[in-house]
Nanobody, 114 residues
Framework: QVQLVESGGGLVQPGGSLRLSCAAS????????MGWYRQAPGNQRELVAT???????NYADSVKGRFTISRDNAKVTVYLQMNSLKPEDTAVYYC????????WGQGTQVTVSS
């Protein structure tokens, strides 16, 4: 059984940085895409960034140049480095693994406020 656990969220001032981590337990076979999504209260869940097993990335326009996604295949872990954070980045951030099946983490809260 695969489980995803996010960590690294918290409260940060505008312009600050956070690094999110998501570690997968259990066995995942074959190719799989790992990524991050976020959802603010009253809004739809939206894509933040994804990365394929070969390293191809996709970013939301709102985070390009500020966020960087990376993954460690040996540890089956995905990271999201978030720099120059803005109040509009405030949301619950969810880790996702999409392969033969799709898995979601429980979410970690990121709050950007002065």
């Amino acid at each position: 059984q695969v489980q995803l656990v996010e960590s690294g969220g918290g409260l940060v001032q505008p312009g600050g940085s956070l690094r999110l981590s998501c570690a997968a337990s259990g066995i995942i076979r074959g190719n799989y895409v790992m990524g991050w999504y976020r959802q603010a209260p009253g809004n739809q869940r939206e894509l933040v960034a994804t990365m394929t097993n070969s390293g191809r990335t996709n970013y939301a326009d709102s985070v390009k140049g500020r966020f960087t996604i990376s993954r460690d295949n040996a540890k089956v872990t995905v990271y999201l480095q978030m720099n120059s954070l803005k109040p509009e980045d405030t949301a619950v951030y969810y880790c996702n693994v999409d392969g033969w099946k799709s898995y979601w983490g429980q979410g970690t809260q990121v709050t950007v406020s002065s």
